[in-house]
């Protein structure tokens, strides 16, 4: 038997980390949402019981490191499942990119291996058994568009933003999302208006959606990587409606409503970075 699942990558519209918690996590509120750029997840059941996770994608670990591998390991644990299951990952997310591709595989593992080992797992206990594995997990298990707080394991959906495009931009470099919480002061960080975001996707106003993006990692990441900068500048030159780094980075976004637009900003980031997308939001969940 075998069952395919879709795992989508996602940009932060809004990021705010709020303090640092006393068991060493940050408190965080997220606005997230999907874009159409997609890992696709393999699952081919194993009667012998083994887990083994493959891709042709060689920075993709292929034993616990990978939080595919810890999604499979956690249920077949927890519900005592004797049988095994053969992951493939075609990896079209980038990897250590800010956009949750580790994340969103780990939690198309949970729903496919719900489907799969046949344990009538609802979608909300699949979310909590995420926050186990990864902060973005949760969110990933549902898609969509959503406020995540906590430390992103607390859901609440929201619409899905208007129509628009996103060119994304990724520099050859990855971000240790770790060392960049490290080096967080928070108390001098910017902080964007969660509620203004929030409030903007109610609306369904572009523009305020655009004037309401914001990362309180992004200056942490700034002073690290200059090329995050640069592209940041060149998509600003270039047009776009509006350009954050997601998550802890390095991957730049823009918005923008216009296809001509969007296109001149991807053609013109081909020649600056190696890894260059042009992508609808998605922003609606796929899952029920």
């Given at each position: 038997?075998?069952?395919?699942?879709?795992?989508?990558?996602?940009?932060?519209?809004?990021?705010?980390?709020?303090?640092?918690?006393?068991?060493?996590?940050?408190?965080?509120?997220?606005?997230?949402?999907?874009?159409?750029?997609?890992d696709r997840i393999e699952l081919n059941l194993d009667v012998s019981g083994q887990l083994s996770v493959e891709s042709e994608n060689r920075f993709v670990p292929n034993d616990e490191?990978n939080l595919a591998y810890r999604a499979a390991k956690l249920l077949k644990d927890r519900y005592d499942v004797k049988e095994g299951v053969r992951i493939h990952i075609e990896k079209?997310?980038?990897?250590?990119?800010?956009?949750?591709?580790?994340?969103?595989?780990?939690?198309?593992?949970?729903?496919?291996?719900?489907?799969?080992?046949?344990?009538?797992?609802?979608?909300?206990?699949?979310?909590?058994?995420?926050?186990?594995?990864?902060?973005?997990?949760?969110?990933?298990?549902?898609?969509?568009?959503?406020?995540?707080?906590?430390?992103?394991?607390?859901?609440?959906?929201?619409?899905?933003?208007?129509?628009?495009?996103?060119?994304?931009?990724?520099?050859?470099?990855?971000?240790?999302?770790?060392?960049?919480?490290?080096?967080?002061?928070?108390?001098?960080?910017?902080?964007?208006?969660?509620?203004?975001?929030?409030?903007?996707?109610?609306?369904?106003?572009?523009?305020?959606?655009?004037?309401?993006?914001?990362?309180?990692?992004?200056?942490?990441?700034?002073?690290?990587?200059?090329?995050?900068?640069?592209?940041?500048?060149?998509?600003?030159?270039?047009?776009?409606?509006?350009?954050?780094?997601s998550g802890s980075g390095p991957t730049v976004f823009s918005l923008v409503d216009n296809s001509a637009k969007a296109q001149r900003i991807f053609n013109s980031l081909k020649g600056?970075?190696?890894?260059?997308?042009?992508?609808?939001?998605?922003?609606?969940?796929?899952?029920?």
């Amino acid at each position: 038997m075998q069952i395919l699942e879709k795992a989508p990558a996602k940009i932060n519209l809004s990021l705010n980390v709020l303090y640092k918690r006393e068991d060493g996590f940050h408190e965080v509120e997220m606005v997230m949402t999907t874009v159409d750029l997609a890992d696709r997840i393999e699952l081919n059941l194993d009667v012998s019981g083994q887990l083994s996770v493959e891709s042709e994608n060689r920075f993709v670990p292929n034993d616990e490191r990978n939080l595919a591998y810890r999604a499979a390991k956690l249920l077949k644990d927890r519900y005592d499942v004797k049988e095994g299951v053969r992951i493939h990952i075609e990896k079209n997310i980038p990897v250590a990119a800010g956009l949750a591709g580790g994340s969103s595989d780990a939690a198309a593992v949970l729903r496919g291996l719900n489907q799969l080992w046949n344990l009538g797992i609802s979608v909300d206990e699949l979310a909590e058994l995420g926050a186990e594995i990864g902060s973005d997990v949760s969110f990933c298990v549902y898609g969509g568009t959503a406020l995540a707080k906590g430390r992103g394991e607390k859901i609440e959906a929201l619409p899905a933003p208007p129509p628009c495009w996103v060119v994304l931009a990724k520099p050859t470099l990855g971000v240790s999302t770790q060392t960049v919480y490290q080096r967080l002061n928070v108390e001098k960080a910017h902080h964007p208006n969660t509620a203004g975001m929030v409030q903007a996707l109610k609306q369904q106003d572009f523009h305020e959606i655009c004037r309401h993006v914001g990362n309180t990692l992004e200056g942490v990441t700034l002073g690290l990587h200059e090329e995050v900068g640069q592209i940041k500048e060149h998509m600003h030159q270039a047009g776009a409606d509006a350009v954050l780094m997601s998550g802890s980075g390095p991957t730049v976004f823009s918005l923008v409503d216009n296809s001509a637009k969007a296109q001149r900003i991807f053609n013109s980031l081909k020649g600056f970075c190696d890894e260059v997308y042009m992508v609808r939001m998605l922003g609606y969940q796929e899952t029920t």
